[in-house]
């Protein structure tokens, strides 16, 4: 697999408002998923897209991806306060893979 | 489905002494199993994986003599700090996978938060 590369690092947005996170990569892919973690805990598998999929959505998750541009986005609709935690991306490529590389991240904070 | 445990949640150790985390694939058979390492603020860092009755893979400047990983049934993994000293001082999480599906799907567990005083 390859390293995810999440823009921005940080995000801070009010309760109820949209958040948008963004992941760019770059070889080809068989999927892309993304990962939520909350301080101090483990990780929690949110969603996979995969190549031939354009966009997703899981309750108040929507992903899409855009296999030209090398990109996908995360948004999550009406925030809530425990939403509040770390979001990774990560690839699998097309040769399929076992291990996982993860970037930095986008902490997300969802103010009161 | 799909649940990983990890034992213990936390551990706080003498720098000098050993201490060993339990991961646990608690409704599936684990094929694979992933530890990671996390400094805080900072991303996960695989460390080694390991398959069922084989000896772990270890990333790069991973010390295998430091961190041993057994792996001896498909539902349990164990990482032991030997000698740890306080820059161990980490979280550790694993991860399982079953070998099933193409992609291979990670299933996490909590974490371990381990504290070398």
């Known amino acids: 697999s390859q390293q995810g590369e999440e823009d921005p690092q940080a995000l801070s947005i009010q309760e109820g408002e949209n958040a948008t996170m963004n992941c760019s990569y770059k070889?080809?892919?068989?999927?892309l998923q993304w990962y939520r973690q909350n301080s101090g805990r483990g990780l929690v598998h949110l969603i996979l897209?995969?190549?031939?999929?354009r966009e997703k959505h899981s309750g108040r998750l929507r992903v899409t991806l855009d296999t030209s541009k090398k990109s996908s986005s995360l948004l999550i609709t009406a925030s809530r306060a425990e939403d509040t935690a770390s979001y990774f991306c990560?690839?699998?490529?097309?040769?399929?893979?076992?291990?996982?590389?993860f970037g930095q991240g986008t902490r997300l904070t969802i103010n009161p | 489905g799909a649940v990983v445990s990890q034992h213990p949640s936390w551990v706080i150790c003498k720098s000098g002494t050993s201490v060993k985390i339990e991961c646990r694939s608690l409704?599936?058979?684990?094929?694979?199993m992933f530890w990671y390492r996390q400094f805080p603020k900072q991303s996960l860092m695989l460390m080694a994986t390991?398959?069922?009755?084989?000896?772990?893979?270890?990333e790069q400047g991973v010390e295998k003599d430091k961190f041993l990983i057994n792996h001896a049934s498909l539902t349990l993994s164990t990482l032991t700090v030997t000698s740890a000293h306080p820059e161990d001082s980490s979280f550790y999480i694993c991860?399982?996978?079953?070998?099933?599906?193409?992609?291979?799907?990670?299933?996490f567990g909590p974490g371990t938060r381990l504290t070398v005083l």
């Open positions: 070889t080809s892919i068989n999927n």
């Open positions: 991860s399982a996978s079953s070998g099933l599906t193409f992609y291979n799907e990670q299933f």
């Open positions: 990560v690839t699998v490529g097309i040769q399929g893979a076992q291990k996982l590389v």
């Open positions: 390991s398959n069922e009755g084989s000896k772990a893979t270890y």
């Open positions: 409704d599936f058979q684990a094929t694979t």
């Open positions: 897209i995969r190549s031939n999929e």
